[in-house]
């Protein structure tokens, strides 16, 4: 699907891993530069979103961690 203009991807795509895993694939000028990992615990109370990919060349990781409060 083509990516917002704010993004540093050109292009996006969504495959679904399993019931609670859905991986997010970027591409720039056709060039894969970024993967997405949205994880979310089994009891539906934390999602885990792990990015991996480069940046101006850098590679580039981040772990962002949600719980839900209630």
Do not use: H, W
Request: glycine letters at 8%.
């Amino acid at each position: 699907y083509p990516a917002d203009a704010q993004m540093p991807v050109s292009t996006v795509a969504f495959k679904r891993v399993d019931a609670n895993t859905v991986d997010r694939i970027g591409k720039y000028r056709g060039e894969q530069i970024e993967t997405v990992r949205y994880a979310l615990s089994p009891d539906g109370k934390t999602l885990t979103v792990t990015q991996k990919g480069t940046l101006n060349g850098a590679d580039v990781t981040s772990v962002q961690v949600f719980v839900r409060q209630q």
